[in-house]
């Protein structure tokens, strides 16, 4: 167990430090600005991946960037033009959501909440500017400081290496 816990502790550290300087950040930006909400709950599961995980596919920016807007923008239309009970709206924009995800490779698990979120805020487009664009384009650029500038990381674009592109 110390050694799990001595292997992990770096990477729980940057978690924890970036996580509370981009989550700080975006709630900032909500309660203290008049620019509105930056602030979703499917972000806090977004930090575990970027900043805990950033070498897995699930955390790298285009999927992070579309999966959080795929899944809003669904669930949205399903809000806007299936006038359902709430509960099948919600089960209609969570399982399209994670389909379109799929289909265009751009699968970040967290955005799967962002549904449920939508239709039971009955949140309008104004949802996929704030928090979804302005608040995912904070996570990804803390991320890449993180991991190219502070940790170094080289970028799967450069061919150089198996490390994140973030």
Not at 28 to 41: K, P, R
Not at 75 to 81: D, S
Not at 106 to 115: D, E, I, K, L, S
Not at 117 to 138: D, H, M, Q, W
Request: neutral net charge; proline residues 5%.
């Amino acid at each position: 167990m110390f050694n799990t816990i001595k292997e992990n502790f770096s990477r729980a550290l940057f978690a924890l430090l970036f996580s509370v300087i981009t989550i700080a950040t975006l709630s900032f930006l909500s309660f203290n600005t008049s620019y509105g909400l930056f602030l979703a709950g499917s972000f806090g599961a977004t930090m575990v991946l970027i900043f805990g995980y950033p070498e897995s596919p699930f955390a790298q920016p285009k999927n992070v960037f579309f999966g959080h807007l795929i899944t809003s923008l669904v669930a949205i239309l399903v809000l806007q033009f299936l006038p359902l009970d709430d509960f099948l709206q919600i089960t209609i924009a969570v399982g399209f959501g994670i389909f379109f995800m799929i289909l265009f490779g751009v699968t970040h698990p967290p955005a799967g909440g962002n549904p449920i979120v939508v239709i039971l805020g009955a949140s309008s487009y104004e949802f996929l500017l704030n928090p979804i664009i302005f608040g995912t384009l904070i996570i990804i650029f803390y991320a890449i400081i993180l991991n190219r500038f502070i940790l170094k990381k080289i970028t799967l674009l450069t061919g150089q290496g198996n490390s994140p592109l973030i």
